[in-house]
């Protein structure tokens, strides 16, 4: 009698067959708990802008308000206006007032760039990805163009020529952000016109318009918040830059880097007026750099 051999697999299939694909929730647990930075870098996002939107709950403070007996308290102290947790400046103004007042400045005008230059970059990279042809060399020599020159020296350019204040420079920044959404998108869009599905839309007579509205834009949903948020992170670097410059927003409303400029000439008397706005550019930056490394895992299954 010749014994019959029992498949590998408890369920009777080889067990070298092919693999399943890995589910949605199932990736998400995975590049949980591969890239756990990730989690640190939501936590760092969230404590910033959590602080930008309550901030007038959190402290009574004005943040424009002088308060000249009460300068250059250090942190702790209690002054005559009341108890500063962070201490106050030069001019008796509450610093912790000052750099939540600064987080949603700062905050809305990267914001809305990151919408500006995202509207832009996305529609020219995907015209350029999608048509080819003249249109795509002459979308791409303009993002060439503007990527040879320093993101700062770009922006300083734009500014001296718009002028200063929140509307410009919000304009400013995304005017300089968009090349880097054009070229992913761009690359996105050509990936996604060598679908068979595409080819099917086409040879049916399908617009090319519906088949950018339906088909080629949700595709970029994943890789368009992987590159916002990294992106995020440049651009509150960029603001602070101008404003520290004196090129972004101007006094007296508050800033993270014209916090930094004013407390530069007192950076031995008093460090944490240069210091806390520091702290914060530096959580915001590093946060976003990390959940972008985060989403990127979660959202690209190829990626290794």
């Known amino acids: 009698m010749s014994a019959t051999k029992t498949p590998a697999g408890t369920d009777g299939r080889p067990a070298d067959g092919p693999a399943r694909p890995v589910r949605p929730r199932r990736r998400w647990r995975r590049a949980w708990r591969r890239h756990r930075l990730g989690v640190l870098g939501i936590v760092m996002a969230s404590f910033v802008a959590l602080s930008a939107i309550f901030g007038p709950i959190i402290v009574d403070f004005d943040p424009n308000e002088q308060v000249l007996t009460d300068r250059l ?47 832009i970059g996305v529609t020219l990279g995907a015209i350029a990805g999608f048509y080819s042809g003249w249109r795509d060399n002459l979308i791409m020599r303009v993002v060439d163009a503007q990527l040879a020159l320093p993101t700062i020296i770009a922006a300083l350019f734009i500014a001296a020529v718009l002028g200063t204040g929140y509307w410009n420079t919000a304009l400013t920044l995304g005017v300089t952000s968009w090349p880097a959404y054009a070229r992913l998108m761009r690359a996105e869009v050509l990936r996604i016109r060598e679908e068979d599905y595409i080819d099917a839309s086409i040879g049916l007579g399908a617009p090319d318009r519906n088949l950018i509205r339906r088909h080629v834009f949700p595709n970029l949903v994943s890789s368009l918040c992987v590159v916002a948020s990294l992106e995020l992170g440049r651009t509150v670097l960029t603001e602070s830059s101008l404003s520290y410059l004196g090129f972004g927003m101007q006094p007296p409303d508050a800033s ?10 007192y950076i031995f008397e008093a460090p944490w007026l240069a210091t806390v706005p520091g702290v914060y550019i530096m959580l915001t ?20």
């Open 73 to 119: 308290l250090p942190p702790g102290t209690e002054g005559e206006a009341g108890y500063h947790l962070l201490g106050t400046d030069n001019l008796g103004r509450d610093v912790l007032a000052r750099v939540l007042a600064g987080a949603r400045a700062s905050l809305g005008v990267v914001l809305a760039a990151l919408i500006l230059g995202a509207a």
């Open 256 to 265: 993270w880097g014209s916090m930094i400029r004013d407390g530069q000439a």
């Open 285 to 304: 930056v590093l946060g976003m750099n990390l959940l972008g490394d985060w989403l990127r895992d979660v959202l690209d299954p190829h990626h290794e």
